[in-house]
Nanobody, 126 residues
Framework: DVQLVESGGGSAQAGGSLRLSCAAS????????MGWFRQTPGKEREGVAS????????YYAGSVKGRFTISQDSAKKNVYLQMNSLKPEDTAMYYC????????????????????WGQGTQVTVS
């Protein structure tokens, strides 16, 4: 079974940086769509960035473009979210997600596109 485990959340000052990691296990397809989402209480889960692991093609929400970078390691087992120039409005629980099958992202996908989710990691920017 696919398991996703996020790490790297924490607190940062505005203008600072954090790097989130998502360790993926049990993914059998050579290429899937993986994404980072964030959610604050009372709001819907928002797509932040996604990457097609087979091609490395990336997609970003307008609110983070130029500040956040999604990447993967060479083994395509881990996905990262480098967050620079953090703002207080970036404060949220951040989740890693993966598609159930070998599909390309073809854009910044919304949460119903993904079948596997991590438990989340909190990011607080003050």
């Amino acid at each position: 079974d696919v398991q996703l485990v996020e790490s790297g959340g924490g607190s940062a000052q505005a203008g600072g940086s954090l790097r989130l990691s998502c360790a993926a296990s049990g993914v059998t397809y050579s290429s899937v769509c993986m994404g980072w989402f964030r959610q604050t209480p009372g709001k819907e889960r928002e797509g932040v960035a996604s990457i097609t692991t087979g091609t490395g093609k990336t997609y970003y929400a307008g609110s983070v473009k130029g500040r956040f970078t999604i990447s993967q390691d060479s083994a395509k087992k881990n996905v990262y979210l480098q967050m620079n120039s953090l703002k207080p409005e970036d404060t949220a629980m951040y989740y890693c997600a993966a598609s159930r099958t070998n599909v390309n992202c073809n854009g910044l996908r919304s949460s119903p596109f993904f079948g596997y989710w991590g438990q989340g990691t909190q990011v607080t920017v003050s």
